[in-house]
């Protein structure tokens, strides 16, 4: 057993891969709503990018160390309590058996990632470790993580060598957010100012999608169509009035207006996005979007050569 959950916080997950190929069969990609900061964490214990690590929201999360291991968090969480002592993200660091390591709640940011060398042990399901939590499958027993808990490393314990990410490619967490967006099928229900307002995010959020708040145009008719195709960054206007950014586990269907599609080379930035924060949205056109993921890709190459966004 390499921990035990002594506090979840407000949600913690096992969270590994996205699931490919299944959106047709109605089953989302899932996976952790920031796999950037993830496979950082991973990177930095010697894993793949997507070895299975515990995805902590909003902090709040205690966890103890039942054999001698190296870890690393990424994230939201600029340091944790290891028994007492202050530990910075970002570096590949040491804990001894009975060692508890301890997240407060971030200032800004919502999620962090846990990683061990060998990732941790979870349930496969749909050639994925990742938890998906409205139907209940992978991860551990395709639940949320409780307190008591004990969960098992997956691979080999390697001692990684002495790390630390390059500054340069440490995200940065606000609570002002700008991403990147070309329009979706359903774009003519706005006008060219959308580029230029600034939303606000209501405390309707979770790993399906954000609830964004402010000047948007109320769908005629109530803004239902005939149900298409979704994926995650798709933004949906609602007959509330207000719009939802959609997250990993949120469905791959749905009729309400597909107005904006946040770029893939921004996605992993949503996971990021904590209530009352801020969001501008920026006008890219499609092959803008290819150039912005080709640049993107090739900044992290080096030190994540096997990352895809």
């Not at 069969?25 to 950037?36: E, F, K, T, V």
């Not at 846990?114 to 209940?136: C, D, H, K, Q, V």
């Not at 309400?256 to 904590?274: N, P, S």
Request: include cysteine.
């Amino acid at each position: 057993m390499a921990l035990t959950v002594l506090k979840p916080g407000p949600l913690a997950t096992l969270q590994g891969s996205a699931r490919q190929g299944l959106r047709y069969q109605g089953i989302p990609a899932s996976g952790p709503a920031d796999p950037l900061s993830m496979a950082l964490a991973n990177r930095l214990c010697g894993n793949a990018s997507e070895a299975t690590a515990i995805e902590i929201t909003f902090g709040g999360a205690a966890f103890e160390f039942h054999q001698d291991t190296a870890f690393s968090f990424a994230g939201a969480a600029l340091s944790a309590a290891l028994s007492g002592m202050s530990v910075p993200a970002h570096e590949a660091l040491e804990a001894r058996r009975g060692d508890v390591l301890t997240f407060d709640h971030p200032p800004s940011g919502v999620r962090t990632y846990l990683a061990i060398p060998g990732g941790f042990r979870a349930e496969t399901m749909f050639g994925s470790a990742s938890t998906f939590l409205p139907a209940g499958f992978g991860g551990f027993s395709g639940r949320a993580l409780r307190a008591g808990d004990q969960i098992e490393r997956a691979g080999a314990a390697n001692k990684p060598p002495p790390l630390a990410t390059p500054a340069p490619l440490r995200p940065h967490m606000a609570r002002a957010h700008s991403l990147r967006a070309v329009p979706g099928p359903d774009f003519a229900a706005l006008t060219p100012a959308v580029w230029r307002e600034t939303f606000q995010t209501t405390h309707r959020m979770d790993r399906t999608g954000l609830e964004l708040a402010g000047n948007w145009p109320r769908p005629e008719g109530g803004g239902h169509r005939p149900s298409a195709a979704l994926f995650t960054g798709a933004v949906q206007l609602t007959p509330s009035g207000n719009a939802f950014v959609l997250l990993p586990d949120a469905q791959t269907t749905g009729g309400y207006l597909h107005v904006l599609q946040v770029i893939r080379a921004d996605r992993h930035l949503l996971g990021q996005i904590a209530p009352g924060d801020r969001i501008s949205f920026l006008s890219r056109s499609t092959e803008d979007a290819y150039q912005d993921l080709r640049a993107k890709a090739g900044y992290i190459a080096e030190w994540l050569p096997d990352f895809r966004f």
